[in-house]
């Protein structure tokens, strides 16, 4: 059952293989089936991972830069001390995953799908996240400062605390999201739909929410200065 590396692998049955510290550096597993499979340690650069099936896997410590998972599920998985610099995951999903040790640097998660996931205190400044559906998550702290989130929906998610300053976030959805204590100067909230959002002691020193849907939104001690 070892697999050669670069090998073919497109649409194969693997699951609960145990593959921990194998070499499947540019593999073509597009399509697989890994669920459950023990990956942790292994070299995965450049595998073509494209619509595979990751649910429950293990990834911890694993290399995938420069790794294709566009369309991936990766539902329970584990990527503790994991590497997706420059990854492409383009509409995966990702439910249900700690984050916050995950390298993402240039990583492209565009309209990718996350819930319930969490990035707390993370520096994503230099992940693509436009159009993403980031619903239910924790990102309380994290650096999202002029990063393009338009498009993008955060309904239910806990913000406090973030970095938006000159983010774009024009079409962007909050319902119902806490952003409590976040830095949003210089934000763009065009059409943005941020009914029931909290925005409690946030600054929003010239923030744009022109044309934006503030309804029964919570603006109590925020900094409006030039919004």
Not at 115 to 136: E, H, P, S, T, Y
Not at 214 to 219: E, G, I, N, P, Q
Request: charged share 25%.
């Amino acid at each position: 059952r070892l697999l050669v590396p670069c090998g073919d692998l497109t649409g194969a049955n693997l699951k609960e293989f145990d593959l921990r510290g194998k070499d499947l550096t540019g593999a073509r597993l597009r399509g697989a089936d890994l669920a459950g499979v023990r990956l942790d340690g292994a070299a995965l650069k450049a595998a073509d991972l494209t619509e595979a099936n990751l649910a429950d896997a293990n990834l911890s410590g694993a290399d995938l830069t420069g790794a294709v998972l566009a369309e991936a599920r990766l539902l329970n998985t584990v990527l503790d001390k994991t590497d997706l610099s420059g990854a492409d995951l383009r509409g995966a999903a990702l439910h249900h995953l700690n984050l916050r040790t995950t390298k993402l640097t240039s990583a492209d998660l565009s309209k990718a799908k996350l819930f319930k996931v969490d990035l707390n205190g993370m520096d994503l400044r230099q992940v693509r996240l436009k159009g993403v559906d980031i619903a239910w998550s924790k990102l309380n702290g994290a650096n999202l400062s002029g990063v393009d989130l338009s498009g993008g929906w955060f309904d239910q998610s806990d913000l406090s605390g973030v970095s938006l300053e000159k983010a774009n976030l024009e079409h962007a959805k909050f319902v119902q999201a806490d952003l409590s204590d976040s830095n949003l100067a210089g934000a763009r909230f065009y059409k943005a739909e941020l009914s029931r959002a909290r925005f409690c002691r946030a600054r929003m020193e010239a923030t744009d929410f022109s044309e934006a849907n503030l309804v029964a939104s919570d603006l109590s001690n925020g900094n409006l200065a030039q919004a």
